[in-house]
């Protein structure tokens, strides 16, 4: 069993900057991948980013390519997601995800953390 713990969330105005942070917990070393998903009100869970604990692989979607990175710190068991130059588009709920390989698909991970809340005011 896996359980993920994200913080980070909050407030903060467009052009500002956070970072996210997924703690996972568990048996964690069947589970390669962490991904970052968002889902804002009325709209369906997207994918964000992943990265791979093994080798560092990362891919991004293209809302979150240049502004967004995710790191991994495999001694801490922590995934990280740094958001930069954030927009007003960017508020949702960010959510951290374990799976066994790479994707953009929410249904290929078997693992989720509760979310936190991103503001972005205008």
């Known amino acids: 069993q896996v359980q993920l713990v994200e913080s980070g969330g909050g407030l903060v105005q467009a052009g500002g900057s956070l970072r996210l942070s997924c703690v996972s917990l568990?048996?964690?070393?069947?589970?390669?991948?962490r991904g970052w998903f968002r889902q804002a009100p009325g709209k369906e869970r997207e994918f964000v980013a992943v990265i791979s604990r093994n080798d560092g692989r990362t891919n991004y979607a293209d809302s979150a390519k240049g502004r967004f990175t995710i790191s991994t710190d495999n001694t801490k068991n922590t995934v990280y997601l740094q958001m930069n130059s954030l927009k007003p588009e960017d508020t949702a709920v960010y959510y951290c995800?374990?799976?066994?390989?790479?994707?953009?698909?929410?249904?290929?991970?078997?693992?989720w953390g509760q979310g936190t809340q991103v503001t972005v005011s205008s």
């Open positions: 568990g048996r964690t070393s069947r589970s390669n991948a």
């Open positions: 995800a374990a799976g066994w390989e790479m994707s953009a698909r929410p249904s290929e991970y078997h693992y």
